[in-house]
């Protein structure tokens, strides 16, 4: 089951990228396809095993959750661009630059990756490193709180409400 | 139209020259590492805007190809850095 | 006027990605510049990317572009977290007027 679904990604990706229709015609370049079965049976008898785990119910309010969550992060990643511009065009350059600890309650892999992603896209963090009890590093541009609680408030809670209803 | 494409091309070559004044001068060589990485990531949106110009196709291939490339080195750079091996 | 659409796009994409880059050089220690150019080239790229998808009429350009667009906005990220850890650990400092770094002093325990 698994391995079809991966099969099937893979074989989209290649009609995607190759698209093998003729432009003048319009007919379908036999070759092409068969050649992306071939290279897509591959992958998967290849990568079949690293793909990782998702959570069975519940699917489709998980994918509605997550076409919430594009436009959220598309705002604050918006934001923070025009937060690097104003402190790159400022003469005086109004940077206070820290690494923090911040506590996540997220557990599953697939949701720490995102909130990684999430957080380095945001305005003014960017995620370092993290340790095997949920704890994350997090280099801060302009720091406003050293201590665990509070910096876990300003950065990490608009996101794990949400990310726990994709991924948990 | 194609004055202003041409333009914005002038502009992606002065962030591209930004980028190798990094490389050159970087003090350390993780600084060099981030100009490298950064540079790939603009070459990309240069591929595209070569893609506009000229109307050709095949120059998105190159970018995605390029930017699958600057990926894989990057990490491979970072491991370098941290002082492991590429499987860990 | 989905030509007008795209190159207002497209500027909006050139300007950040040309802030990135002034920031690359003007910041004073590899964090800060790896924010810098970090979000502002990924997304910058990623609009002149989606410039490209609403100019270009062809779909095969239109879809390579989406593709090319999603792949920078998931790997971006995750590369500038390894650059990060890995400058980190090899021992390059924080700039001098950094107020704290925790990891440094979690290290050393």
């Known amino acids: ?168 | 139209m194609s004055l202003i494409y041409q333009l914005f091309f002038g502009i992606l070559m002065v962030c591209c020259f930004l980028c190798l004044y990094r490389i050159g001068r970087g003090p350390s060589a993780p600084d060099r590492t981030v100009a490298i990485d950064i540079l790939g990531t603009v070459v990309v949106g240069l591929c595209a805007l070569l893609a506009i110009i000229t109307g050709k196709d095949f120059y998105m291939n190159i970018a995605i190809a390029w930017a699958l490339l600057s990926f894989i080195g990057t990490i491979a750079l970072a491991k370098h850095l941290e002082g492991r091996g590429f499987d860990e | 006027m989905s030509e007008i659409v795209g190159m207002v796009i497209i500027a909006i994409g050139v300007v950040f990605d040309f802030f990135g880059c002034v920031g690359l050089v003007r910041f004073p220690d590899i964090y800060n510049r790896l924010q810098a150019a970090t979000k502002c080239v990924t997304l910058g790229t990623c609009f002149i990317l989606l410039g490209a998808l609403i100019t270009c009429g062809s779909a095969p350009t239109a879809t390579k572009a989406a593709l090319c667009a999603i792949f920078i906005l998931l790997t971006s990220p995750t590369a500038a977290h390894a650059l990060a850890r890995g400058a980190h650990l090899s021992g390059v400092k924080l700039w001098e007027k950094s107020v704290v770094d925790k990891y440094e002093d979690d290290k050393k325990h």
């Open chain 1, 1 to 168: 089951m698994r391995r079809l679904v991966l099969f099937i990604i893979a074989f989209i990706a290649w009609f995607l990228l190759v698209w093998p229709f003729d432009t003048l015609t319009n007919h379908l370049r036999w070759q092409s396809v068969i050649a992306g079965l071939v290279v897509a049976l591959l992958t998967t008898i290849i990568f079949g095993e690293v793909r990782p785990r998702v959570p069975r119910q519940g699917i489709i309010k998980r994918c509605l959750w997550a076409i919430c969550y594009l436009p959220v992060l598309f705002w604050y990643c918006l934001l923070a661009n025009l937060d690097v511009v104003y402190r790159v065009l400022h003469p005086e350059m109004p940077i206070k630059p820290g690494i923090v600890k911040v506590k996540t309650s997220l557990s599953t892999a697939s949701a720490i990756t995102a909130l990684c992603n999430s957080i380095t896209l945001t305005p003014g963090t960017l995620t370092v490193d993290l340790t095997e009890d949920g704890y994350l590093y997090i280099h801060w541009i302009n720091v406003r709180a050293t201590d665990i609680e509070k910096a876990s408030r300003i950065i990490v809670s608009r996101f794990e409400r949400i990310l726990r209803r994709i991924f948990e």
